[in-house]
């Protein structure tokens, strides 16, 4: 399994999300980072 794969899990009354790129990265970190600069460079 590379880095496209996608593992799905059920955790009771917990609902999660991971979303990691292929460095290993966490996306809910980097996304909202890259956009925060981008709207940025719109004002």
């Known amino acids: 399994m ?3 794969a996608i593992y799905e899990f059920e ?3 917990m609902p999660v ?3 990691v ?3 290993g990265e966490s996306v809910h970190t ?3 980072a890259k956009w ?3 709207i ?3 004002v």
């Open 2 to 4: 590379g880095m496209e």
């Open 11 to 13: 955790v009771k009354d």
């Open 17 to 19: 999300t991971v979303a």
């Open 21 to 23: 790129d292929s460095s």
């Open 30 to 32: 980097t996304g909202p």
């Open 36 to 38: 925060k600069q981008i």
């Open 40 to 42: 940025a460079e719109q």
